[in-house]
């Protein structure tokens, strides 16, 4: 009686599917994660594929399969999936790569757990040895995309000037005025406006008192060194064929721009330093400075104009011999001592001449002149020396 109970019971349909295994064995199944990244080279915009794969084991697949949820097993193996799959994002940049330049970016990129999961027990469930995991992608705001798009595929030209010696408070601003032009954008048709860009030259825009040119000798004011980075600035765009809207030379040379009269000096609001993009696309500039070697460089990149500039050496006449010294208040000078701020520096005029060369063979010629005072050496002494009122300094 039971021997025909049981007989009965396999009969029946649901029974024997129960008892059954599996229709067919567990294989490895394959994880595969597909994106892309965009880069242009040489001018061009190139789209490359990223792939990955990871193997999941077949004995967890099987067990997996057999539960109808996903082994404990496999949480190692999704791991992993997990934290090679992320990729932190990161803006669009040109470097140089075998001697060209080459724009990367890399969108962030994160597995989406839950959804990776939800599909992997289907696909198991279903017999299935590959799925592509599910993430998210997240464009950075300064792509390569946006780059190609504004036509922003060339390097047009590249300046680079050094502040060799320069004291703490210099490189400081420097590298705080510097950091201000990276990755500016400026449209087709409008002005490069260097005071606009900076902002306020003041403590609250990270800048720090240095000494400047005032009144015939120096004075402490924030952002002293900052013609550095306008200087810099100026002879790439420059080099790149821009007209010149605005530029002011300094009162005297000053060795950290030499060659001589290849110079800029701003001076808000009095002062500054515009440069029209007639380029007919956007410009893109990047900065880049090392306080170790103390060099800054600035790269200008756009549109392939078919510019070519050549840049004179500076031509110098009307030399004059230098000032008498003048005297300045330094707090860390003691009574009746001195300390040499600056060197004197004979006066002269400098005139520089830029030939562009047009794609399709005009060749046009500007210059920039730039016409010094002689200078004399500057110390800085105690605030009640006498010597500050023989020059007039202010205490």
């Keep these: 009686m039971k021997r025909l109970l ?49 193997t999941l084991p077949a004995k967890w697949v099987a067990r997996s399969r057999e539960y109808g949820k996903l082994s404990t097993y496999l949480t190692p193996y999704l791991d992993r999936v997990e934290k090679e799959t992320f990729v932190r994002g990161r803006p669009a ?14 969108p962030e ?23 592509a995991v599910v993430y998210s992608e997240k464009v950075p705001q300064r792509s390569v995309t946006l780059l190609a798009e504004r036509g922003v595929t060339r390097n047009l030209a590249s300046a680079r000037s050094s502040f060799t010696g320069s ?15 990276d990755y500016q954008w400026v449209a087709p048709g409008e002005d490069f406006d ?55 030379q300094h009162s005297h040379r000053v060795s950290y721009y030499d060659p001589i009269g290849y110079e800029a000096t701003v001076y808000a609001p009095h002062k500054n330093l515009r440069m029209k993009n007639d380029t007919g696309a956007y410009l893109f500039i990047q900065a880049s400075w090392n306080t170790a070697t103390q060099k800054l460089r600035f790269d200008v990149f756009g549109t392939d104009t078919g510019r070519r500039a050549k840049i004179s050496a500076p031509v110098v006449t009307d030399v004059k011999p230098a000032a008498a010294p003048s005297f300045t208040p330094d707090k860390q000078v003691a009574l009746g001592q001195q300390r040499l701020l600056d060197q004197p520096m004979e006066g002269m005029t400098s005139v520089i001449t830029r ?4 794609r399709d063979g005009t060749v046009k010629q500007d210059s920039i002149k730039s016409v010094y005072r002689p200078w004399g050496a500057v110390y800085g002494v105690h605030p009640n020396d006498p010597r500050l009122k023989q020059t007039g300094a202010k205490r």
């Design 6 to 54: 049981l007989s009965a019971l396999l009969a029946l349909p649901g029974a024997a599917q129960a008892a059954q295994p599996a229709s067919a064995p567990a294989q490895n199944l394959q994880l595969t994660f597909s994106g892309e990244l965009k880069t242009i080279d040489g001018g061009q915009l190139v789209t490359s594929p990223v792939t990955r794969n990871w």
């Design 93 to 106: 940049r040109f470097e140089q790569v075998g001697g060209k330049w080459v724009a990367t970016d890399q």
């Design 109 to 131: 990129w994160k597995l989406d757990r839950k959804a990776t999961e939800a599909k992997l027990l289907e696909a198991i469930r279903n017999g299935e040895t590959t799925l």
């Design 167 to 181: 004291p703490d408070f210099r490189v400081k601003n420097i590298v705080v005025g510097s950091a201000k032009l």
């Design 194 to 248: 260097f005071n606009k860009s900076m902002g306020e030259i003041n403590a609250a825009n990270g800048f720090v008192p240095g000494y400047i040119i005032a009144g015939g000798t120096l004075a402490l004011e924030d952002g002293g060194g900052i013609c550095q980075v306008s200087t810099t600035i100026f002879r790439a765009l420059w080099e790149a064929g821009l007209p010149i809207t605005e530029r002011h």
């Design 355 to 358: 030939t562009v060369t047009l």
